[in-house]
């Protein structure tokens, strides 16, 4: 039994869900078998869809399709748009269909594509064409441009507000833009379609699991992911999110888990990269550097993901492979030269990487523009990390503290942003607040980086156990456990930078 939850990647409650969806279908297949006629003079059943039939209702639904499948549906619209150019909406399905190729491979060189497509339906459909609206705010999307997102998603609500598809990626983009509460009230919008029209896409129930986790709902999150799971359709939709339930249980430090989840998107689907890369990242936590090695190469084989080719890179620094590391950080850079070339914002990424591995002051340049353009809590967690590494430890920590106010949507629970507030409160002689958040962090995740876990626990273990003293006596003799703003930076922290790109 345990290996066949390890082969279906669903474990615990996981498999208990995931059974009792089947059970659920097969209750309702069994009543409708009971008044079906004998099998003489039934109609033949329908053929399965094909490939382009499959990829084709794959991105009208916004939903994940196969790189085979995806090649064939976009052939089939080229040949149709050169014998019939003013067909609005093939031209739409085509756009749609570069967005989720680029996000598959890598390749920004297929955003351009899909937006010359999705404006040419624009074009020769201008009234009411929600489908080149949605497809123009997954491509906003997919080059986080999340307010150009907002103002697409936003039009294909206004002229069709009862079509469910345009709504997960106005949530991305509200998320993406730091409006939290407009991501509620929308998810809610589109559950209440969900209600009211049955609809039991499992996209749906995937996008309020990230409206669950960014509230701090684990659990939540987790339970909304399994049923996806198991509604899902098609190879690549269940590889998708089964890909997403094993990114939760990384954030929540089950390594095992994290693993399961990953091999049973692999089996689904074999050529998904994120599946590759999350088994990389729990192999590398346990220790098993060599296999971890081979999985990142393999996911770089499959998609340019400038986020899987710095996470090696962090492997090799901290093996102490620092040329091989360097090697790659200048890989990370190539990649995002290129896709900012194709229109993609990768400030955010761009402006953490220089903080930890390149010209600090460049990285707070960079994320003041991105916080300016989308104050998102990612954006403020990453420009606190990158004012302390710059040195400005107050200004700093106005912004890591943002990341978990709660009036400002600041409730998910990130042990990258508990480190990183941690390390500003102790550079400024905050022993006691610095304790607590890096222990949250340990907590959260106890190998939530290769670099900056073994600083936190080191840290700790300078700043010791809390004082028994009162607050008075311990900032007058300067003990751990309270603000000393002479008191040394850890050893461990003085050193959380990495190596230089």
Do not use: C
């Amino acid at each position: 039994m345990e290996s066949e939850k390890r082969r279906f990647g669903v474990t615990g409650r996981t498999m208990r869900r995931a059974l009792g969806w089947t059970m659920a279908a097969s209750a309702v297949l069994g009543g409708v078998l009971m008044v079906l006629p004998d099998d003489e003079g039934k109609p033949p059943a329908a053929p399965a869809p094909g490939p382009k039939a499959r990829a084709r209702a794959a991105v009208a639904a916004g939903g994940p399709a196969t790189l085979p499948d995806l090649t064939q549906l976009i052939r089939d619209r080229e040949r149709r748009l050169r014998r019939s150019p003013q067909d609005g909406r093939s031209w739409a399905v085509l756009g749609a269909a570069y967005v989720e190729r680029g996000r598959r491979t890598g390749v920004a060189a297929d955003f351009p594509r899909a937006e010359r497509a999705l404006r040419t339906s624009l074009k020769v459909r201008p009234s009411r064409n929600a489908e080149a609206y949605d497809g123009l705010a997954e491509l906003a999307g997919a080059r986080h441009d999340f307010r150009t997102a907002r103002q697409w998603g936003e039009q294909a609500v206004r002229v069709a507000p009862e079509r469910w598809t345009s709504y997960p990626p106005l949530i991305d983009a509200y998320d993406g833009v730091g409006d939290y509460k407009a991501a509620r009230v929308t998810l809610d919008r589109l559950l209440a379609l969900r209600s009211r029209f049955d609809v039991t896409a499992p996209a749906v129930t995937a996008r309020a699991a990230r409206v669950y986790w960014d509230q701090g709902r684990r659990e939540d999150a987790a339970a909304a992911l399994s049923e996806a799971v198991a509604r899902a359709e098609g190879p690549a939709e269940r590889a998708t999110y089964l890909v997403q339930a094993g990114e939760i249980a990384w954030q929540r430090g089950d390594l095992e888990e994290s693993l399961d989840y990953d091999t049973a998107a692999l089996h689904a689907d074999p050529g998904e990269p994120g599946a590759v890369a999350g088994r990389a990242r729990a192999l590398a936590a346990l220790g098993r550097t060599r296999a971890a090695e081979r999985a990142y190469r393999s996911a770089l084989t499959r998609t340019r993901s400038p986020r899987y080719a710095l996470e090696l890179g962090e492997l090799y620094e901290s093996l102490g492979r620092q040329s091989e590391a360097r090697t790659q950080y200048r890989t990370v850079r190539k990649v995002v030269r290129a896709d900012t070339k194709a229109g993609v914002n990768r400030d955010l990424f761009l402006g953490l990487f220089e903080a930890d591995h390149g010209d600090p002051e460049k990285a707070v340049g960079l994320l003041r523009a991105e916080w300016e353009r989308q104050p998102s809590l990612r954006a403020a967690d990453a420009l606190g990390w990158a004012l302390h590494r710059a040195g400005e430890d107050e200004e700093a920590l106005r912004f890591a503290t943002r990341t978990t106010d709660r009036a400002h949507g600041g409730e998910v629970r990130s042990a990258l942003y508990a480190y990183h507030r941690g390390v500003i409160e102790y550079a400024l002689g905050l022993q006691g607040p610095a304790r607590r958040h890096l222990a949250e962090a340990m907590r959260l995740n106890p190998y939530f980086s290769l670099l900056h876990a073994p600083v936190a626990k080191e840290a700790l273990g300078e700043l010791g156990e809390p004082s028994d003293k009162g607050p008075a006596e311990v900032e007058k003799q300067g003990l751990p456990g309270g603000p000393s703003p002479s008191a040394p930076t850890p050893t461990a922290v003085r050193r959380s930078g990495g190596t230089s790109a």
